[in-house]
Every structure is written in structure tokens, then in C-alpha cells.
């Protein structure tokens, strides 16, 4: 964990070359300034986790603003992962979606996690059930 005397911010300013540094510090593929910011633009709710004015990690919540989220993107640099930063984002954009809710409305939050990270989601509240579903994914590639 982190020490004491460090504080992780939470705020919901993530720009676009901040989210391109993020990416490119856990080899994600690399994507134009355009997209990112249509993506950006797009996402129900997004956060960045900063310590002592340095950007550390992101998440966000994307969808149809009624019944269906994705969570995505959830992305720590490699210097402060396994330090409860990751769990923090999770956690806020969870509250994000509570409180997006009305009563006697029901929003589910779907993911796909990287592999070996099911147990981090798990340990954030998510259910597993492989005998009701399984995560597929398919990339649209026309770089060169």
C-alpha cells in the first residue's frame, strides 16, 4: 500500500494526452488523439487518479445511459500498481453509477478483464459466472 502521508486525487479532468501516456505505460496498443477524444466525449463517467501532480491511473464507465455500462479502460501505470489505486477508481466509478440509479431502476456494469486480473474485480464487488457468460472481444484495425 501506499504510505500514509501520500494521497491519491481523484478527479474526472483526464485529457487526451494524458489518457495516450497512460495506455502507452502498460503497452496498450496506441491510438490517435481523435479517437481518444471522441472517446472521451462519449463515456458516461470518467476518472484519473493523480499523486503529487503526477497521473498514475484512469478508469471509466461507458454506455447507453439507461440500463447497460461497461467498465474499461481501468489502467495504472506499472510504478503504483498493487497499491489499492486501482480499487479506488473502481470503487468511484461504482458510486458514480449508484448514484446515476433512480429508484426502482436497475443498471448493470459489464467488463472484460485482462487476464489474471478476475480476482481484482471480484474483490471490487463483480460477479463471475462462466456457465451465464463469456467475455469476447474483436479489434477493427486499419492501421498500417
Known amino acids: 500500500m501506499l504510505e500514509n502521508s501520500v494521497e491519491i486525487e ?48 484512469m478508469g471509466r464507465l461507458v454506455g447507453d445511459f439507461g440500463c447497460h455500462g461497461m467498465l474499461t479502460d481501468i489502467v495504472i501505470n506499472p510504478k503504483y500498481q498493487g497499491k489499492g489505486i486501482g480499487t479506488k477508481i473502481v470503487l468511484d466509478i ?26 481484482f474485480y471480484i474483490k471490487c464487488g463483480f460477479k463471475y459466472k462462466p456457465e451465464n457468460m463469456d467475455g469476447m472481444y474483436l479489434w477493427i484495425d486499419k492501421t498500417k
Open 10 to 57: 481523484l478527479s474526472n479532468n483526464l485529457s487526451t494526452l494524458e489518457y495516450l501516456e497512460l495506455i502507452k505505460s502498460v503497452g496498450w496498443k496506441s491510438l490517435t488523439e481523435e479517437q481518444v477524444n471522441r472517446t472521451l466525449q462519449n463515456s458516461m463517467y470518467v476518472v484519473k487518479a493523480t499523486i503529487n501532480n503526477e497521473d498514475v491511473g
Open 94 to 119: 461504482k458510486e458514480y453509477a449508484n448514484d446515476f440509479v433512480k429508484e426502482n431502476e436497475r443498471f448493470i456494469i459489464e467488463l472484460c478483464p485482462t487476464t489474471g486480473n478476475r480476482d
